[in-house]
């Protein structure tokens, strides 16, 4: 079992930034891929951008150049930063590890952070 708890968010001006923090309750990101998702009011849940055990980055097109993902392994906690937010980007962000192993997947997800863009 992990334990994925969630940090930062909250209201923000339109090119404003804000910092995610998404803490596992045991040592996770330095094996398994750490993943950030968000979810806009009505929307489904989209991927924001993923890091991977050794440390490649990949982001959604949207937030490119916008938005940073790292990890601190010896914290056990995923970060994201967000630079030049737009009301856009409103939505309730959740952190996210798969732990995938042969005869078994473990899905866990934060407890999700709201972040409202608005002047």
């Known amino acids: 079992q992990v334990q994925l708890v969630q940090s930062g968010g909250g209201l923000v001006q339109p090119g404003g930034s804000l910092n995610l923090s998404c803490t596992a309750s045991?040592?996770?990101?330095?094996?398994?891929?750490g993943t950030w998702y968000r979810q806009a009011p009505g929307k489904q849940r989209e991927l924001v951008g993923t890091?991977?055990?050794?440390?490649?980055?990949l982001y959604v097109d949207s937030v490119k150049g916008r938005f940073t993902i790292s990890k601190d392994n010896a914290k056990n906690t995923l970060y994201l930063q967000m630079a030049d937010l737009t009301p856009e980007d409103t939505a309730v962000y959740f952190c996210?590890?798969?732990?995938?192993?042969?005869?078994?997947?473990?899905?866990?997800w934060g407890q999700g952070t709201q972040v409202t863009v608005s002047a």
């Open positions: 996210n590890v798969v732990i995938d192993r042969p005869g078994k997947t473990s899905t866990y």
């Open positions: 045991r040592s996770i990101f330095n094996q398994w891929p």
């Open positions: 890091i991977t055990r050794s440390g490649q980055i």
